[in-house]
């Protein structure tokens, strides 16, 4: 079955890189989907963070798009997040998830556990 | 971006009873390709992760009890869970997937009355 894993530092200091892996297990990122990041920042609602193809096509969310980079390395199958210039607002539990429709906007059938990253000097 | 509004934000059900949140889009998300609704509802515990229970908001995904059922179209949906049982304790979240960016909705606490 189709398993996801974020890994990478829970802190990070204010205006330094956010950067996490999502390594799948169970499906090969190149068979197709579309591979995405999520998250929650402690006690509230979820955020679309961005959508990678396994192509390298990405698809970013405007409120982020400047500070996010998404990439994916097929021969790992893994994908990867970088979140710049952080600061306490970026503070949140992030998701990697896998859709189920084939389309890029879609429904989140597959998701990691969530790694929680915090923001503090 | 659309917004997706809940209600209500929490709320307490007996063990048998029908819970039912509402879900607004700002705009329609009836998708153009297929004429169906691009409407997803999640049940979240504490301390997991999401978990897809329904998609083009009223398509239950494998597993799911068929006492959950979405509804709606246009701009307004609805989750039902009838039958509330003590493993239905969770926040429940709407979520558009018609147009980037996805957009979700702020959630609906449902606990035992």
């Known amino acids: 079955q189709v398993q996801l894993q974020e890994s990478g530092p829970g802190l990070v200091k204010p205006s330094e890189t956010l950067s996490l892996i999502c390594t799948v297990s169970?499906?090969?990122?190149?068979?197709?989907?579309?591979w995405s990041w999520i998250r929650q920042p402690p006690g509230k609602g979820l955020e679309w963070i961005g959508t990678?193809?396994?192509?390298?096509?990405?698809y970013h969310n405007p409120s982020l798009e400047s500070r996010v980079t998404l990439s994916v390395d097929t021969s790992e199958n893994q994908f990867s997040l970088k979140l710049s210039s952080v600061t306490a607002a970026d503070t949140a539990v992030y998701y990697c998830?896998?859709?189920?429709?084939?389309?890029?906007?879609?429904?989140?059938?597959?998701w990691g556990q969530g790694t929680l990253v915090t923001v503090s000097s | 971006d659309i917004v997706m509004t809940q209600s209500p934000d929490s709320l307490a059900v007996s063990l048998g009873e029908r819970a039912a949140i509402n879900c607004k889009s700002s705009?329609?998300?009836?998708?153009?390709?297929?004429?169906?609704?691009?409407l997803a509802w999640y049940q979240q515990e504490p301390g997991h992760p999401p978990k897809l229970l329904i998609s083009?908001?009223?398509t239950r995904e494998s597993g799911v009890p068929d006492r959950f059922s979405g509804s709606g179209s246009g701009t307004d949906f609805t989750l039902t869970i009838t039958s509330l049982q003590a493993e239905d304790v969770a926040v429940y979240y709407c979520?558009?997937?018609?147009?980037?960016?996805?957009?979700f909705g702020g959630g609906t606490k449902v606990e035992i009355k």
């Open positions: 083009w908001a009223s």
């Open positions: 998830a896998r859709e189920i429709l084939g389309l890029r906007n879609s429904a989140y059938g597959y």
């Open positions: 705009q329609s998300v009836l998708h153009s390709s297929n004429n169906k609704n691009c």
């Open positions: 990678i193809y396994h192509s390298g096509s990405t």
């Open positions: 979520q558009q997937y018609c147009s980037s960016p996805l957009t």
């Open positions: 169970g499906y090969s990122i190149s068979s197709g989907y579309y």
